[in-house]
């Protein structure tokens, strides 16, 4: 079973105690008392000055901020408002990747879901009103043209464009398999 955001944030909590010793209100005060403002920034900070891994530091920083406070059901239905078309075709995304193993973790950003294993390997993204654009880390794989090559730097590898739930076909199923097997 896909696990929920908040078996992720209690995840990053005892991991972030195990590894530094100090709970997780103890970095979100540290970071709410260095006066920096810049996300970028502070999780720098936390890195260079504290020693925390990326992942960690990034987790402080967006709590610090009060994102992880947000409920992913609501953020998925604010991104899905006035593009309710497109939410079947979401939901056969969501349902493929977490066919695809226990480790899969769904979860809903501001304005896009992260399919996740120990990393992301795909993103969903409601694009437009009759679009969601599927990004997809196939590092290595070439483009074609329907499994779009992104720009060197991209948090995915490629996109793919989805209007219907047709889309949602052996090809896209496998691209997504791939993806997951090398998360």
Known sequence: MAKSTEDMIESMKAGLLAKTGKPLAHWVKTVQASGIEKHGEQVNMLKTAHGLGHGHANFVCQVAKGRMDA?????????YKGKEALRPIHDALVKHA??????????????????????????IVPATKT??????????????????????????????????????????KAWLKAAYARA
């Not at 992104?150 to 739930?165: A, I």
Request: proline share 5%; glycine share 8%; with cysteine.
């Open 71 to 79: 409920d992913p059901g609501e953020m998925l239905e604010a991104q």
């Open 98 to 123: 977490a066919s695809l193993g226990k480790d899969v973790s769904i979860d809903p950003k501001k304005t896009s879901v992260a399919l996740r294993r120990s990393k992301n390997f795909a993103v």
């Open 131 to 172: 679009r969601i654009d599927l990004g997809i880390n196939l590092k290595g794989e070439p483009g074609t043209d329907r499994l779009l090559a992104e720009k060197p730097g991209s948090m995915c590898t490629h996109k793919v464009r989805l209007e219907t739930v047709a889309d949602v076909d052996a090809d896209v």
